[in-house]
């Protein structure tokens, strides 16, 4: 309940207070003055006093009971779910991120409260991109990243990418906007490129991996509309032409980002190597490559780091912060061609798959596969 619903709730009882007052006889108010004197009142008073409290306490441990166990459901359900390989095609022209729309239909797509890890990792031996989450979560990304990218291939993978070989050491850094109420504004035209370009230094005993969770947000948006119109302040005495000329420009920018949709992410650089010196610099290196491709207007930073990888193998949420869905496209979008120029060992789909020739198929008749003979 916001603070117009409590308002409005007030003023509500108010007025029946004050309709009961005026609509009582004489005969009523001497009736009232009597129970009031004969102190039948404190009992029934001092247990409304006593239980309605805490029945209000025990519903909202309840509640708070409740939503920690569904929560916990479905953290289980993402970190037991499966992990695949998304294998782009080595002919895809190079990928605007501008032009994806692809995180503003997951952002309702995926199911309730769940989210999705879309995930980069790098080795001296491959990159490769790779799709986690519950088996529910990653069947509804699937559909939209097929639709958003035609002929993309999916493997099944046994080696999860944030599991490290025996004796490695891990660490991770976890990047957010400063605020959720300024656009998070990309300095180059592929935010990605500068990540990859990391990934593909790392050499010998060691692996990257860029991680980045996302769920839908549900109450960002709310915001951001609320506070275009306290910027726009109409009717508000403005002291100056050029004060009213920033607040109209950052109106203008909170309206264009109210039209987007919002997701709640976390992005998380992982460092995995034989020493644990090594691991510290993949993950910071990595994460400097991410914060040095957005601009001063909300600057991404590093703002956590650990060197447990339990919550980058759980898929779990760490530091969050609301990204709208072109912002965080820029970011999370599989790769065109012009990639595997900076990235050579990235893994990329097999030939085209084309369906077979009618002369080649094998009909339950058949005791041969046919085939085709062309006679010169």
């Known amino acids: 309940m916001d603070a117009d619903q409590k308002k409005m709730l007030g003023l509500g009882a108010l007025a029946a207070l004050i309709f009961i007052f005026l ?43 409740k939503q920690k166990a569904y929560m916990t459901t479905i953290a289980q359900q993402v970190a037991t779910g499966p992990t695949l390989l998304l294998l782009p095609r080595s002919d895809w022209k190079p990928v605007d991120p501008s032009k994806i729309n692809l995180w503003g239909r997951l952002a309702d797509a995926l199911p309730h409260d769940e989210q999705i890890s879309l995930e980069i990792f790098g080795s001296e031996t491959e990159i490769a991109f790779a799709l986690h989450g519950s088996e529910n979560g990653v069947r509804a990304a ?117 039209d987007r949709n919002f997701l709640q992410v976390t992005v998380r650089a992982v460092g995995m190597a034989d020493t644990p010196e090594r691991a510290q610099g993949i993950a910071r290196g990595l994460a400097r490559a991410v914060c040095a491709s957005y601009g001063p207007q909300n600057p991404v930073k590093v703002v956590k780091e650990g060197q447990d990888l339990t919550t980058a193998r759980q898929r779990a949420f760490g530091k969050m912060q609301a990204w709208a869905d072109n912002e965080l496209a820029s970011l999370a ?44």
Not at 25 to 54: D, E, I, L
Not at 180 to 194: Q, S
Not at 198 to 218: P, S
């Open 23 to 65: 609509s009582i006889t004489p005969a009523q108010k001497r009736a009232f003055r009597t129970w009031y004197k004969s102190g039948a009142w404190v009992t029934p008073v001092v247990a409304v006093a006593v239980v309605g409290p805490s029945t209000a306490i025990g519903v909202k441990v309840y509640r708070v009971r």
């Open 142 to 258: 699937l559909t939209q990243i097929k639709a958003e990218w035609p002929g993309v291939q999916r493997r099944d993978t046994s080696d999860d990418p944030t599991q490290p070989p025996e004796g490695w050491a891990g660490y991770w850094c976890e990047c957010a906007p400063a605020t959720w109420d300024k656009p998070i504004v990309p300095l180059t035209t592929d935010p990605l490129r500068g990540a990859i370009v990391e990934l593909n230094g790392v050499v010998g005993q060691g692996r990257g991996l860029l991680q980045i969770l996302a769920k839908h947000d549900y109450g960002t948006k709310r915001k951001v509309g609320q506070r275009a119109v306290a910027a726009r302040g109409e009717g508000q005495q403005v002291p100056h032409a050029g004060v009213k000329a920033l607040r109209t420009k950052e109106a203008r920018e909170l309206e264009s980002r109210f």
């Open 333 to 376: 979008h599989l790769v065109g061609n012009d990639m595997l120029t900076v990235a050579p060992r990235m893994k990329v789909a097999s030939a085209k798959s084309l369906p077979v020739s009618p002369a080649m198929r094998v009909i339950p008749t058949d005791t041969l596969a046919r085939f085709a003979e062309e006679v010169r």
